[in-house]
């Protein structure tokens, strides 16, 4: 792993303190930075994608019967079996992997998990206004960091996003994990179960844990997030030259983003389907295989009782637009795609 000037600065800043994890000032310094960027949003730092996950149903105290899609990451997935918890599997739809929520169909449940799958969202607003005030949101955000849910404040609905901090490069290991929450009471909650260190006050919890993020990790996403509009400008530029010219190739069928006023992509990953597969597209597919992977290897469950959740993996491939170099780089992924 090559570590950059301001990334060895940092662990040279790390040693010299010698607090490397409890709540330190650089897990301090990102959450505050993001708080004051969010208004009313509280932001929270842990060690991990899964353990954020099973600290927020552990902090929403859910009792009753959760909703969740027929995708999950397998991680969530084995979380959901873990904990043993009492759930309903609602299909998705085949395009974007996204759950149909029957809303007439949730008398029984006290939490929706909603599954942002590879950057896809649904319409979060329409979600609020037709389900029940009691009903919980959580959101699996794995790869959506930087989405925008202002016009959502007001809810009284409880909305919890969980993020992957994947979104900063030249660190391949643990990323850490963000959890955004609109009621502060429940953030309090995670806080406290989170561990001791970081909680603003103490509230009864049944038990307390060990899921804070480290101060490497904390520091690295504060490094990222220096540059993060302009590494998103610089990934949109080339995710919108791939897509006027996918466009325009009849062996595959791209799968757009979402324009749904609720997400601004990362555009680190261009989603497509294979159409037509010759010898000659497989070739170069091989050629191409850092940069690309079927869906099926990313860890995803589908329940095999949902066909759609079984076209959904069926036959399509990730991009993965943060490991082109340039845009010299891309355009000759273009020019021999074009053969």
Do not use: W
């Amino acid at each position: 792993m090559k570590y950059s000037k301001k990334n060895n600065e940092l662990i040279d800043l790390i040693f010299e303190r010698q607090y490397y994890t409890n709540h330190g000032p650089e897990l301090q310094k990102l959450e505050n930075d993001l708080e004051t960027s969010a208004n009313n949003y509280n932001y929270l730092g842990l060690s991990n994608y899964t353990i954020s996950f099973l600290i927020a149903i552990l902090a929403i105290n859910n009792e009753g019967k959760i909703l969740i899609p027929s995708i999950l990451d397998a991680e969530i997935k084995q979380a959901v079996d873990f904990k043993k918890l009492n759930y309903r599997i609602c299909d998705v739809n085949s395009k974007y992997g996204l759950i149909n929520i029957n809303y007439d169909q949730l008398e029984d449940i006290e939490t929706i998990i909603i599954n942002n799958t590879l950057g896809f969202s649904l319409n979060l607003e329409e979600i609020v206004k037709k389900i029940s005030p009691k009903v919980n949101l959580i959101i699996l955000s794995k790869y959506g960091f930087g989405i925008d849910t202002k016009p959502l404040l007001n809810s009284n609905i409880l909305i919890c996003e969980i993020f992957d901090c994947k979104f900063y490069k030249n660190y391949d290991q643990s990323y850490g994990s963000i959890i955004r929450i609109n009621n502060s009471k429940i953030a309090e909650r995670i806080r406290n179960i989170r561990s001791s260190y970081g909680s603003r006050e103490k509230v009864n919890i049944p038990y307390t844990g060990n899921g804070r993020m480290s101060e490497i990790q904390a520091g690295l996403i504060n490094i990222a997030l220096i540059d993060f509009k302009e590494e998103q400008l610089n990934s949109k530029h080339q995710y919108n030259l791939l897509m006027d010219f996918f466009k325009t190739n009849k062996k595959i069928e791209v799968i757009e983003f979402i324009n749904n006023g609720h997400v601004e992509s990362l555009y680190n990953n261009f989603i497509f389907k294979v159409i037509k597969y010759t010898n000659e597209f497989e070739n170069i597919m091989m050629k191409y295989e850092e940069f690309i992977s079927p869906i099926s290897k990313l860890d995803i469950v589908a329940d095999d009782k949902d066909i759609n959740a079984i076209d959904f993996i069926k036959n399509k491939y990730v991009l993965n637009i943060d490991k082109f170099l340039s845009k010299k780089h891309i355009k000759k992924f273009i020019n021999d795609f074009s053969l």
